[in-house]
């Protein structure tokens, strides 16, 4: 079916237009469902027939829906069920609808709402075999039929005459959009987001479920902090006075909710853990924020506890508490290493810089023999900071290598689905699966290279650099949720609108997927 006869059925019903759009008959199964203002009203599946009056008689039900799915069968593929696991992957939530056929009836679920409920094909298999009292073994042995189904999805909008043709629920952002205004608005509406979001305490949530319409009670002191610094720096790019006024209550309730001390050091402590990401992230969001002076005995105190798990060989331990805890080395012994090159650009002291130049080394050694992407941005971010302090030319070289090995984790083009294009993952590599965080946070390392290369005059490596942020640019702003589109299926949009989801088919709202990319993308505008 064409996009301009839905459109034109639209506009027909309504009286906008005196031609209705000739019959369309399919002989696939239909699937249509009704919404008011984000909630389902009515749904129903189709076994074929004549789209025009099926649509017609299930709007006629609810006089009062502002929008319709509409899902139409092209494809289908059967699944022998021994290998459902290899074939109901996340990459056909939301393309493809779901039909299991089990002693007790046939069971569906439609492309669309896999996105609304933010329930993906393995998820809805087994849980429809748990709910139905049927093991695994059964369902295999028993000959059932699992049919995976491809359809055409559209949205209609009644109320407006207007109807759009969509992929997983959303629209394509194109490949080669590239331009200052796709970085504005991205900028835009997540500072949109952390407006409406923040509570009247500081509080900014750590993650929201979409297809609940709830915040999750889950924690993470790393990524509260992050928020806190990235909120602070969108308040000094773009000069607003709620943005400051956020950013100076985020870094008082994290610090009041998370700040303690024991013998001298001070730590940011959550649930029996104190870990060295978290104590580095929280003197670094006092650092760059305008009430540095007032908690400076607070910043004194967390500097000391880095100290102290800063060994003599450079490397750090990774936990004040527990204190046998030495892993995420990955990650922490980088964000500490930004603290200490920040702190350096304020301050020089030789005694500092001698000790992050240690810790470069050490760890340099260290990940070329446990090569990882997660090492890669903070250690690049801090080795920039300490190349324009001493000029070191092996500093800038290791950004290079580091950056370089990055690109190809990169996915683009290819077979992979147009709305995936952009996101850092490496599906052979244990690795991790996607996610807007990891995107976010390669971005802002590779902003680094990029000013860096441009500074060496190495012209293939800038554009190479530039290339890829473009590219993951593109990424967030796919994910990120912009309009009554995507948010289809949410009552509570203001809650959304402006965030960056985890992934294409996974809704969910983390702080970081927001903040990482935020950073990223301040800084990558001020050179375009």
Not at 258 to 278: C, M, N, P, R, T
Not at 347 to 372: C, G, I, P
Not at 377 to 391: E, Q, R
């Amino acid at each position: 079916m064409e996009l301009n006869e839905l459109t034109q059925f639209i506009r027909h019903r309504s009286g906008k237009a005196l031609i209705g759009p000739p019959e369309q008959k399919v002989s696939g199964l239909i699937y249509i469902a009704v919404r008011e203002k984000g909630r389902k009203v009515g749904d129903s599946w189709h076994g074929g027939g004549l789209i025009w009056p099926l649509l017609g008689a299930e709007l006629d039900k609810y006089p009062n829906a502002d929008f319709f799915e509409l899902c139409l069968t092209d494809r289908v593929y059967n699944v022998a069920p021994e290998f459902w696991e290899r074939e109901l992957t996340n990459r056909t939530s939301g393309l493809f609808g779901l039909q299991l056929t089990l002693p007790r009836g046939i069971f569906r679920i439609s492309p669309t709402e896999m996105i609304a409920q933010n329930r993906p094909p393995q998820r809805f298999f087994t849980k429809t075999l748990e709910e139905n009292g049927v093991t695994l073994d059964r369902f295999i042995e028993s000959g059932s039929v699992i049919e995976l189904i491809g359809m055409q999805q559209f949205f209609g909008y009644p109320s407006e005459g207007r109807a759009v043709s969509i992929h997983r629920g959303n629209l394509v952002v194109p490949a080669d959009a590239r331009d200052a205004s796709l970085i504005d608005d991205t900028i835009t509406g997540m500072g949109k987001w952390f407006l409406e979001n923040i509570r009247k305490d500081g509080e900014i949530p750590y993650k929201y479920w979409p297809s609940r319409g709830k915040y999750s009670d889950a924690d993470n002191t790393i990524r509260r902090f992050m928020a806190t610094i990235a909120v602070n720096r969108l308040a000094q790019a773009k000069p607003d006075a709620a943005m400051r006024k956020a950013a100076k209550q985020n870094l008082k309730f994290n610090l009041a909710r998370f700040y303690e001390e024991d013998q001298g050091h001070g730590l940011i402590a959550w649930d029996g853990s104190v870990k060295l990401g978290a104590v580095g992230l929280a003197a670094l969001a006092i650092l760059e924020s305008p009430q540095a002076k007032k908690y400076a005995d607070q910043y004194t105190r967390l500097r000391k506890t880095v100290d102290a798990l800063w060994q003599e060989d450079g490397s750090f331990r990774t936990f004040y508490r527990p204190a046998d805890r030495n892993d995420n080395q990955n990650f922490y012994p980088g964000e500490a290493l930004l603290l200490l090159a920040s702190e350096l650009e304020r301050d020089r002291r030789d005694d500092v810089l001698e000790r992050a130049l240690k810790s470069v080394d050490y760890y340099r050694t260290w990940h070329l023999q446990n090569r990882n992407p997660a090492f890669i941005p903070w250690h690049v971010m801090a080795c920039a900071k300490l190349y324009h302090l001493t000029g070191r030319k092996d500093l800038a070289d290791y950004i290079f290598e580091m950056s370089d090995w990055l690109l190809d984790h990169q996915q683009w083009g290819g077979d992979l689905d147009p709305d995936l294009w952009g996101r850092f993952y490496t599906p052979d590599k244990p690795y991790g699966p996607p996610h807007a965080s990891s995107t976010g946070v390669f971005m802002e390392g590779m902003v680094d290279a990029l000013i860096l290369a441009r500074e060496a005059g190495d012209s293939g490596r800038a554009q190479a650099y530039e290339e890829s942020i473009w590219r993951g640019a593109r990424s967030i702003a796919q994910l990120q949720f912009k309009d009554d589109v995507d948010t289809f299926y949410v009552s509570k949009k203001s809650r959304v609108l402006g965030g960056v989801r985890t992934e294409t088919y996974n809704n969910e709202i983390r702080v970081d997927n927001i903040q990482h990319a935020l950073m990223a993308l301040l800084r990558f505008r001020e050179l375009i």
